[in-house]
């Protein structure tokens, strides 16, 4: 299983971009930096783009791959809870800020949306998939991807402390999560619902202890301004725990 970062900050320059994976140039989790990453080719090669939750920072081009496939005359299939759905068909696709795609061209809208329920697996071809809620400040899921030939992710999104429960439900062979300020941000973290290094590690206690195990760990939605101090305290989070903790980047391509 391929997994490129499309994008692996929490903010967007000319040089960084937001969180976003593409897996096996097919499915998408999150919509940060979809449009601005990829080809037309690309963007109509996508099957599937599975939302996290409903922050800007991560359905941002669903608007922009709307109006894509409305004029490569093509759909865009989206999955995601009730409540993401909801958020983007009150706020966005309204006829007001931008045309609702999710009815538009009628009876033939462009975005094919499938709802989905935390916690029931579900397939798309050959990937089997299911979300896992975690605690963030709107109602958020991570997803655990399994590939036909068995590999398996998990990619919490945007989440806040309080994983325990989640592990109970995935094992992936790969972590992928999310650090979005050092350390000395720990009231923010907690107030927010982000991660820091410090709280990251609460986290992969849990992991440990409940499965007997620590996968290599990804981490992406990291403040640009904050990465180096990111950086450094997560080198020292590695070394204490003995496993591979990285900092993702635009373009960082992994292969599971
Ligand atoms: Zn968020
Ligand atoms: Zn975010």
Excluded at 191 to 200: A, I, Q, V
């Amino acid at each position: 299983m391929d997994i490129r970062f499309l994008g692996a900050h929490n903010c967007e320059t000319s040089t960084i971009k937001l969180a976003t994976l593409l897996i096996d140039d097919t499915l998408a989790i999150d919509a940060g930096a979809l449009t601005s990453s990829l080809s037309i080719e690309a963007q109509l090669q996508l099957k599937a783009v599975l939302l996290t939750h409903q922050h800007y920072d991560h359905i941002r081009d669903i608007p922009a791959i709307a109006m894509n496939a409305l004029f490569y005359e093509t759909d865009i299939h989206v999955y995601s809870t009730k409540a993401v759905q909801e958020a983007l068909a009150t706020h966005w696709l309204n006829g007001t800020t931008y045309a609702n795609f999710l009815e538009k061209p009628e009876g033939n809208p462009r975005i094919k949306f499938t709802i989905i329920e935390p916690n029931q697996a579900f397939q798309i071809d050959a990937y089997k998939i299911l979300a896992v809620p975690v605690n963030h400040s709107v109602p958020t899921v991570g997803y655990q991807i399994t590939s036909p030939d068995g590999k398996v992710f998990f990619y919490t999104a945007d989440t806040g402390p309080g994983l325990a429960e989640c592990w109970q439900y995935v094992s992936p062979q790969l972590l992928i999560t999310e650090v979005t300020a050092p350390n000395r941000y720990e009231a923010f973290g907690r107030r927010s619902l982000h991660l820091t290094p410090n709280l990251l590690k609460d986290e992969l206690v849990s992991f440990q202890k409940l499965k007997g195990y620590l996968p290599p760990v990804v981490l992406v939605h990291m403040n640009p301004r904050q990465e180096k101090e990111i950086e450094a305290e997560i080198a020292a989070l590695a070394e204490e725990l003995g496993t591979g903790i990285t900092l993702a980047y635009e373009g960082l391509q992994i292969n599971l």
